[in-house]
T-cell receptor, first 115, second 114 residues
Framework: NAGVTQTPKFQVLKTGQSMTLQCAQD?????MYWYRQDPGMGLRLIYY???????DKGEVPNGYNVSRLNKREFSLRLESAAPSQTSVYFC??????????????FGPGTRLTVL | AQSVTQLDSHVSVSEGTPVLLRCNYS??????LFWYVQHPNKGLQLLLK??????LVKGINGFEAEFKKSETSFHLTKPSAHMSDAAEYFC????????????FGAGTTVTVRA
């Protein structure tokens, strides 16, 4: 099992450009998540999908959109990138949101720089 | 609302000495608690999780954590640090009020001196 995979690993954008970060999991998990990691702030939830066909905003959704393409795949789109979106982005999955002790499994991350 | 405070942003230890990473949490309900580790330029890996079966939780690589409800703490310890323990560690809480979504602490960076 590959677990959670993310593409690309690195990306440099200019302000105003758009891009989509891809995420896929092969653990048959129902729930998927996108986080951003900034120094000294831990991970913050951008968007999540509790199950196929549903998406919801997290703590910091502004400037992002998501698509739950199917049960395996969950993409994050930046429509018009800004320097404030320079960060490391992590995708994660879990069996089902709402269950206690439900650990999340993380991908390797995408390091995004917006100039 | 749930939240986590990691009391040390950076901890430096000598190889072979004990490691203590401190975490206090805030939760209105019975929380789920986790410690994750992130090695440089890697994703996050689960070290251990509190499942209410026992207050002392053993994890991978010799780490353990003790849940103390009276002190609202979930400190992470290891008796003897290895060079490979150099990483960033996150204390994480979830509970029913937030549908068990995770709330992360700011992280503690561990440096191990030879």
């Amino acid at each position: 099992n590959a677990g959670v995979t993310q593409t690309p690993k690195f990306q440099v954008l200019k302000t105003g450009q758009s891009m989509t970060l891809q995420c896929a999991q092969d653990m048959n998990h129902n729930s998927m998540y996108w986080y951003r990691q900034d120094p000294g702030m831990g991970l913050r939830l951008i968007y999540y999908s509790a199950s196929e066909g549903t998406t919801d905003k997290g703590e910091v959704p502004n400037g992002y959109n998501v698509s739950r393409l199917n049960k395996r795949e969950f993409s994050l789109r930046l429509e018009s990138a800004a320097p404030s979106q320079t960060s490391v982005y992590f995708c994660a999955s879990s069996e089902a949101l709402g269950r206690t002790y439900n650990e999340q499994f993380f991908g390797p991350g995408t390091r995004l720089t917006v100039l | 609302a749930q939240s986590v405070t990691q009391l040390d942003s950076h901890v430096s230890v000598s190889e072979g000495t004990p490691v203590l990473l401190r975490c206090n949490y805030s939760s209105s309900y019975s929380p789920s608690l986790f410690w994750y580790v992130q090695h440089p330029n890697k994703g996050l890996q689960l070290l251990l999780k509190y499942t209410s079966a026992a207050t002392l939780v053993k994890g991978i690589n010799g780490f353990e954590a003790e849940f103390k409800k009276s002190e609202t703490s979930f400190h992470l310890t290891k008796p003897s640090a290895h060079m490979s323990d150099a990483a960033e560690y996150f204390c994480v809480v979830s509970d029913l009020t937030n549908d068990y979504k995770l709330s992360f602490g700011a992280g503690t960076t561990v440096t191990v001196r030879a």
